[in-house]
């Protein structure tokens, strides 16, 4: 079965600390997205890959970056957290193509910024 | 942009009963998904349908497709208490990298035993 791992699943962040959130997935595929999940507005893209060192900001960069050094892992960072960020990260991952892949999703990570 | 829309945003049935749910887009799409999503964790894949099928099933799931009305329905027969969850569809147009979907507001779901 196809896994992606996100390291932490509750964390507790001050204001103005930097933020790992790491996914790791172990079936090979090249694309891998962070989603940002807020009661009443469903999933939103905040960046997504679809290869080693390559990026594409979604619909939520703002505040955020990212990094895939590797191609089985894909981390979202914020650089100075606030607590507009508090919310619930989910990290996902597909196969590349137009012929319509199945996404798989880890179980989130639910971050408070205090 | 948001491109799929689910409709109703709750719905609360009894065991036993159909579940049906919608879901509208704006934009021609190569295929549609259905996701799960349990409280508090990830989306899990349900059912597929590409632009060129009009239905599909899968054990108790029915999908349909309209393209011509850019929407499709979820019904879910004889439901059962685990399906309490929220549902998702997702949408994946043309020329565009096949993961890179868009994902709606979901439909809630309460099935009572």
């Known amino acids: 079965d196809v896994k992606v791992t996100q390291s932490s699943r509750y964390l507790v962040k001050r204001t103005g600390e930097k933020v790992f959130l790491e996914c790791v997935q172990d079936?090979?595929?090249?694309?891998m997205f962070w989603y940002r999940q807020d009661p009443g507005l469903g999933l939103r893209l905040i960046y997504f890959?679809?290869?080693?060192?390559?990026?594409e900001k979604g619909d939520i960069p703002e505040g955020y970056s990212v990094s895939r050094e590797k191609k089985e892992r894909f981390s979202l960072i914020l650089e100075s957290a606030s607590t507009n960020q508090t919310s619930m990260y989910l990290c996902?991952?597909?196969?590349?193509?137009?012929?319509?892949?199945?996404?798989?999703f880890g179980e989130g990570s639910w971050l408070t910024v205090v | 942009s948001q491109q799929g829309e689910e409709d109703p945003q709750a719905l609360s049935i009894q065991e036993g009963e159909n579940a049906t749910m919608n879901c509208s887009y704006k934009?021609?799409?190569?295929?549609l998904q259905w996701y799960r999503q349990n409280s508090g964790r990830g989306l899990v894949h349900l059912i597929l349908?590409?632009?060129?099928?009009r239905e599909k099933h899968s054990g108790r799931l029915r999908v349909t497709l309209d393209t011509s009305k850019k929407s499709s329905s979820l019904l879910i027969t004889a439901s059962r208490a685990a399906d309490t969850a929220s549902y998702f569809c997702?949408?994946?147009?043309?020329?565009?990298?096949?993961?890179?979907?868009?994902f709606g507001d979901g439909t809630t779901l309460t099935v009572k035993p």
């Open positions: 934009t021609s799409i190569n295929n």
């Open positions: 996902a991952s597909s196969l590349r193509g137009v012929s319509g892949n199945t996404i798989y």
């Open positions: 997702a949408t994946t147009g043309y020329n565009t990298n096949a993961g890179k979907s868009t």
């Open positions: 890959s679809y290869d080693v060192k390559m990026k």
């Open positions: 079936m090979d595929h090249e694309n």
């Open positions: 349908i590409r632009s060129n099928e």
